[in-house]
């Protein structure tokens, strides 16, 4: 792999978690990818005179070791695929003094027009250019938790929503700040408003929903520890949205997930999650085994058959 990026953990990208939001793991991997890119013959794809850049089509993540405020960080990274019109690459955000992997990023991309957004063909020159910087995937980014099977069959909207009984936890618009240089939302996006929403998500996470109601001694929060994001189609500042999520399963100390953003005014998808997520003791930094009372409430609240 190469060296495609290199800075830090500001103190302004953590959270009340006591660590670097999740939003700026998804900012700062998008800008090693625009670096890989580059390094690789495909200039400037996240220029506003850009002739080509490349979408997201499939993202899975793993959060691996916590970046705190001041941590230094690099990431490396490199390419795994290609196709007449796509390509895939893998990231690894190491820790810049012990060079410890603090996250993995497999990204599937289409090459695409800008502006439309429609795929279109490599330039004669990018495969073996792309094949030179050809690596394989390490086994701390494969799937641990999710499957990384193809999305379901069955398309999200807020009518299935409805019927699934989905919980309603995030609403709200994208902002002008939050669009790149073409009109689209930007990537990071993705994930900064499932953060922002999902301390709602009381049905997962009664153990933080008891903290917030001064009900449960300590302080708790979620800490998500593995996912996969399936942009479907991409907001544009002034766009509404709604997250609607279920719990699928859940084990001893964590809850698979499903999130679906979705547009309020079409009811069609913009972009689909699936992830594990835990809660956590802040005081204590570790992650809380479920108490036996709590069970019951969680089976109860299980979807059963719920897909990205």
């Given at each position: 792999m190469i060296e495609i990026w290199r800075g830090n953990a500001n103190a302004w990208e953590c959270d009340e978690l006591g660590h670097m939001n999740v939003k700026f793991y998804l900012a700062k991997a998008g800008e090693a990818l625009g670096g890989l890119a580059a390094q690789t013959g495909l200039k400037n794809i996240h220029r506003a005179d850009a002739n080509a850049t490349l979408l997201p089509t499939s993202i899975h993540v793993r959060f691996?070791?916590?970046?705190?405020?001041?941590?230094?960080?690099?990431?490396?990274?490199?390419?795994?695929?290609?196709?007449?019109?796509?390509?895939?690459?893998?990231?690894?955000?190491?820790?810049g003094g012990t060079g410890k992997p603090a996250a993995s990023f497999r990204i599937d991309l289409d090459h695409v027009s800008p502006r439309d957004g429609r795929a279109f063909s490599w330039p004669s020159h990018f495969p073996d250019r792309l094949r030179a910087h050809s690596v394989t995937v390490p086994d701390f980014a494969q799937p641990r938790g999710l499957?990384?099977?193809?999305?379901?069959t069955k398309t999200a909207s807020l009518g299935r929503a409805d019927a699934l009984g989905l919980a309603h936890v995030g609403l709200?618009?994208?902002?002008?700040?939050?669009?790149?240089?073409?009109?689209?939302?930007?990537?990071?996006?993705?994930?900064?408003?499932?953060?922002?929403?999902?301390?709602?998500?009381?049905?997962?996470?009664?153990?933080?929903?008891?903290?917030?109601?001064?009900?449960?001694e300590g302080e708790i929060g979620s800490a998500l520890l593995e996912c996969r994001i399936l942009p479907r189609r991409w907001p544009r500042?002034?766009?509404?949205?709604v997250v609607r999520s279920g719990l699928t399963s859940f084990g001893p100390k964590v809850r698979n997930i499903v999130h679906w953003v979705l547009d309020p005014a079409s009811g069609r998808?913009?972009?689909?999650?699936?992830?594990?997520?835990?809660?956590?003791d802040l005081e204590a930094r570790k992650i809380l085994d479920l108490a036996p009372e709590l069970r019951p409430d969680l089976d109860a609240a299980c979807i059963a058959g719920l897909e990205p």
């Open positions: 691996l070791a916590e970046a705190c405020p001041g941590a230094p960080l690099m990431i490396e990274g490199g390419w795994t695929g290609i196709s007449e019109t796509g390509c895939s690459a893998v990231l690894v955000m190491r820790h499957s990384g099977a193809a999305p379901g709200g618009r994208i902002t002008p700040d939050e669009v790149d240089v073409f009109g689209r939302m930007r990537t990071e996006v993705l994930l900064g408003r499932i953060s922002n929403s999902v301390v709602n998500f009381k049905q997962a996470f009664p153990e933080e929903w008891a903290f917030h109601q001064g009900q449960a500042a002034g766009d509404g949205y998808p913009w972009w689909t999650m699936e992830g594990i997520a835990a809660p956590m």
